[in-house]
């Protein structure tokens, strides 16, 4: 049984960072993905460790933000700096490309400008 929860998020100025962290278990042979959706907005892949260890970035964030995994957990990151406030949204992990996928419940960030 696969488990995540996010936490991380908040509040904070244009410009600025968070790291957030999704503490996982069962992820073992699962792709683990940040994804984010904005009011009004659809749900959007922000950063994804493929299987294979591949990374991919969606073009509105790559150079800013950093996925990775602490090698010795499940836990895993995503580093935001140059915040921006269309980077506000609630930001999920999850577990995916196996059957079934899994979600967190999201941690929202908020941006000022």
């Known amino acids: 049984q696969v488990q995540l929860e996010e936490s991380g998020g908040g509040y904070v100025q244009r410009g600025g960072s968070l790291r957030l962290s999704c503490t996982a278990s069962?992820?073992?042979?699962?792709?683990l993905r940040w994804a984010r959706q904005g009011r009004s907005r659809m749900r959007e892949a922000v950063a994804t460790?493929?299987?294979?260890?591949?990374?991919e970035y969606s073009d509105s964030v790559r150079g800013r933000f950093s996925i990775f995994k602490d090698p010795t957990t499940e836990v895993f990151y995503l580093q935001m700096n140059n915040l921006q406030p269309e980077d506000s949204a609630m930001y999920y992990c999850?577990?995916?490309?196996?059957?079934?996928?899994?979600w967190g419940t999201g941690t929202q960030v908020s941006v000022s400008s």
């Open positions: 999850a577990a995916l490309c196996r059957v079934p996928n899994y």
């Open positions: 069962g992820t073992s042979g699962y792709c």
């Open positions: 460790v493929n299987t294979d260890g591949t990374i």
